[in-house]
């Protein structure tokens, strides 16, 4: 069975970190593009940042550069995505996504090229 399955989200205070991780199982990342997406109640969900598994190239949004870092374990078939300096408006489930259109990552955008979608795990960060 083809999953993605994120972890480590949680209640942080602004300034902190967190990592989240995204385990695959029934299939490896190689030639994939996956990207963290989050979402908040009423808006749509936005791309954070993609990587291109094999090549390691990424791309990040404007409001998470500098403070996010998009990172891949190629021995154990996860992509982590490293946040710190949290702010308030960091709060939302957060969701990893993966397509074997590795090019995608360019695009880092809620679409139908994304074919595996994990749980999503909640992130809030208090003021």
């Known amino acids: 069975e083809v999953q993605l399955v994120e972890s480590g989200g949680g209640l942080v205070q602004a300034g902190g970190s967190l990592r989240l991780s995204c385990a695959a199982s029934?299939?490896?990342?190689?030639?994939?593009?996956i990207g963290w997406f989050r979402q908040v109640p009423g808006k749509q969900r936005e791309g954070v940042a993609c990587i291109n598994y094999s090549e390691g190239s990424t791309k990040y949004a404007d409001s998470v550069k500098g403070r996010f870092t998009i990172s891949s374990d190629n021995a154990n078939n996860t992509v982590y995505l490293q946040m710190n300096s949290l702010k308030p408006e960091d709060t939302a489930v957060y969701y990893c996504a993966a397509t074997d259109h590795s090019w995608y990552y360019r695009y880092c955008v809620a679409a139908r090229y994304l074919e595996h979608w994990g749980q999503g795990t909640l992130v809030t960060v208090s003021s």
């Open positions: 029934g299939f490896t990342f190689d030639d994939y593009a």
